[in-house]
């Protein structure tokens, strides 16, 4: 599916945070689906029928995260919550993980509603989640939620 600029800025902006995040003990490794960056060589893995904007894990330990970019029209759809479920469920057997979801500045609280409802409906509570909300011109702001 060929997705927006909107999107592919948001998807390079989240893998970013996501491997600059201090909470990695180890260094990580972190993928971006190849068919919505130019020039990103490896594609994330499948998580069950779904493949992840972002996938991240640990070199030498057991931390895993799952980062997803939405803009404003794809947030609170049946498909997204297909992936959600999809994502918590597959955090919920790790080891450590969390799921990361990246939007645009003014859809952080669909995002966070949303995620609340998958991560209930995957019966994963035990699985923490970050909004990454951005706000992009000549300089990128973002502000970010855990749970």
């Given at each position: 599916?060929?997705?927006?600029?909107?999107?592919?800025?948001?998807?390079?902006?989240?893998?970013l945070?996501?491997?600059?995040?201090?909470?990695?003990?180890?260094?990580?490794?972190?993928?971006?689906?190849a068919?919505?960056?130019?020039?990103?060589?490896?594609?994330?893995?499948?998580?069950?029928?779904?493949?992840?904007?972002?996938?991240?894990?640990?070199?030498?330990?057991?931390?895993?995260?799952?980062?997803?970019?939405?803009?404003?029209?794809?947030?609170?759809?049946p498909?997204?919550?297909?992936?959600?479920?999809?994502?918590?469920?597959?955090?919920?057997?790790?080891?450590?993980?969390?799921?990361?979801?990246?939007?645009?500045?003014?859809?952080?609280?669909?995002?966070?509603?949303?995620?609340?409802?998958?991560?209930?409906?995957?019966?994963?509570?035990?699985?923490?989640?970050?909004?990454?909300?951005?706000l992009?011109?000549?300089?990128?702001y973002?502000?970010?939620?855990?749970?």
């Amino acid at each position: 599916m060929s997705e927006s600029e909107q999107h592919r800025q948001i998807v390079r902006a989240l893998a970013l945070e996501i491997s600059s995040d201090s909470e990695w003990s180890h260094t990580p490794i972190v993928y971006m689906d190849a068919s919505e960056i130019a020039g990103a060589s490896e594609q994330t893995p499948l998580i069950g029928r779904n493949r992840p904007d972002v996938f991240a894990r640990e070199v030498a330990g057991p931390m895993s995260v799952i980062g997803e970019a939405k803009t404003p029209g794809d947030i609170d759809n049946p498909h997204t919550m297909t992936q959600l479920e999809s994502y918590f469920g597959y955090l919920g057997s790790q080891p450590k993980g969390a799921l990361w979801i990246g939007v645009p500045w003014l859809s952080a609280g669909t995002a966070t509603r949303v995620c609340r409802y998958a991560r209930t409906v995957s019966n994963a509570q035990h699985v923490p989640f970050r909004i990454v909300a951005f706000l992009f011109g000549d300089t990128v702001y973002r502000r970010i939620w855990c749970e």
